[in-house]
């Protein structure tokens, strides 16, 4: 399997991170995130526990970005010419 097939997320044409997945387990990961983000929001409201809710978001936060570190193409800063 070639490098580039066994990402889960390729890196943005341009500026700095990752695209949409390309991959089913990319696809799982995001909308586990987005699902996850609506839990958070239903049993926490924002406006009702501001703060218990902003650090769970965070959290999933940040869990997503090391997935998409880990998974993810090599991120670093693109012109749109590669």
């Given at each position: 399997?070639?490098?580039?097939?066994?990402?889960?997320?390729?890196?943005?044409?341009?500026?700095?991170?990752?695209?949409?997945?390309?991959?089913?387990?990319?696809?799982?990961?995001?909308?586990?995130?987005?699902?996850?983000?609506?839990?958070?929001?239903?049993?926490?409201?924002?406006?009702?526990?501001?703060l218990?809710?902003?650090?769970?978001?965070?959290?999933?936060?940040?869990?997503l970005?090391?997935?998409?570190?880990?998974?993810?193409?090599?991120?670093?800063?693109?012109?749109g010419?590669?």
């Open positions: 399997m070639p490098p580039s097939d066994r990402y889960w997320f390729p890196a943005k044409r341009y500026g700095w991170g990752w695209g949409l997945p390309v991959r089913w387990q990319g696809w799982v990961t995001l909308l586990a995130y987005l699902v996850l983000i609506g839990v958070v929001a239903f049993r926490f409201q924002p406006a009702g526990h501001p218990p809710f902003a650090l769970l978001v965070a959290l999933l936060t940040v869990a970005a090391l997935v998409c570190w880990l998974k993810g193409e090599p991120p670093r800063w693109r012109w010419k590669d």
